[in-house]
């Protein structure tokens, strides 16, 4: 009867190790099944991470190009204003220049018609025959 009895405490042990074996096989699988759906959700993340990254980096690439381009007029317009205002300097430079010698306007003026007024006579002849029709 202490054989039974051993055998029976025996069987019972067994059996609830192996109840509890099952169940550390269940936790196991639901263990499993847990890291599988994480790691789908960390991969889908990533990804999402990715598209994200890569349109900003789009739109980054997009407005350096812009700036890239106003850039290149802005130098172009300041080559242009730069030439505009060395033309303007050597002009001021004549003026100052006349100014220096006591010229003003008026005498630049009376040197302007003195000069017409030589033309006018040395080819007055010439002038002359062209209005008669001759």
Same mark, same amino acid.
């Given at each position: 009867?202490?054989?039974?009895?051993?055998?029976?405490? #025996?069987?019972? +042990?067994? /059996? /609830?190790?192996?109840? =509890?074996?099952?169940?550390? @096989?269940? $936790?196991?699988?639901?263990?499993?099944?847990?890291?599988?759906?994480? $790691?789908?959700?960390?991969? #889908?993340? !990533?990804? @999402?991470?990715?598209?994200? =990254?890569?349109?900003?980096?789009?739109? +980054? !690439?997009?407005?350096?190009?812009?700036?890239? &381009?106003?850039?290149?007029?802005?130098?172009?317009?300041?080559?242009? #204003?730069?030439?505009?205002?060395?033309?303007?300097? =050597?002009?001021?430079?004549?003026?100052?220049?006349?100014?220096?010698? *006591?010229? *003003?306007?008026? &005498?630049?003026? /009376?040197?302007?018609?003195?000069?017409?007024?030589?033309?006018?006579? !040395?080819?007055?002849? $010439?002038?002359?025959?062209?209005?008669? /029709?001759?």
């Amino acid at each position: 009867m202490a054989a039974a009895s051993s055998t029976k405490s #025996l069987e019972m +042990m067994v /059996g /609830g190790l192996v109840a =509890a074996m099952e169940g550390v @096989q269940r $936790d196991v699988t639901e263990i499993r099944r847990d890291i599988k759906e994480s $790691d789908a959700r960390a991969a #889908l993340s !990533y990804e @999402q991470s990715e598209h994200r =990254a890569a349109a900003s980096r789009s739109k +980054m !690439y997009a407005k350096t190009d812009e700036l890239v &381009g106003r850039l290149a007029e802005t130098e172009s317009a300041v080559k242009t #204003l730069t030439e505009d205002m060395n033309e303007v300097k =050597a002009v001021t430079a004549e003026v100052t220049r006349w100014k220096l010698m *006591g010229m *003003g306007a008026l &005498g630049v003026t /009376g040197i302007a018609f003195a000069s017409m007024g030589s033309l006018v006579t !040395y080819f007055w002849s $010439d002038i002359w025959r062209a209005l008669r /029709g001759g």
